[in-house]
């Protein structure tokens, strides 16, 4: 059993930060990928950044350039900074992990960006 448990969401301005957390605890693979989704009312779900194991990290265009994502594997855990934020980012952001070992993906239970104004 894996759990994700994220944090930092919250309400900024336009041009405000945010930085988002995500710690894994459980069993699984240290050959992962851990990844942020976002979700906006009305859209489906899209694939934010995602950062693997050998440190390979992509990133949507949308938020190339603003949001970095980076992990802490002694604490497993993953983060996003998001700076410049825009109101076209709202959305519920969660968090994932795929174990490239046994094939399995996970998600958190999601954490609310709101960017307003």
């Known amino acids: 059993q894996v759990l994700l448990v994220e944090s930092g969401g919250g309400m900024v301005q336009p041009g405000g930060s945010l930085t988002l957390s995500c710690a894994a605890s459980g069993t699984f693979s240290t050959i992962n990928s851990m990844n942020w989704y976002r979700q906006a009312p009305g859209k489906e779900r899209e694939l934010v950044a995602s950062?693997?194991?050998?440190?390979?990290?992509n990133y949507a265009d949308s938020v190339q350039g603003r949001f970095t994502i980076s992990r802490n594997n002694a604490k497993n855990t993953v983060y996003l900074q998001m700076n410049s934020l825009k109101p076209d980012d709202t959305a519920v952001y969660y968090c994932?992990?795929?174990?490239?070992?046994?094939?399995?993906?996970?998600w958190g239970q999601g954490t609310q960006v709101t960017v307003s104004s």
């Open positions: 994932n992990m795929q174990d490239l070992w046994n094939g399995r993906g996970y």
């Open positions: 950062i693997n194991s050998g440190a390979n990290i």
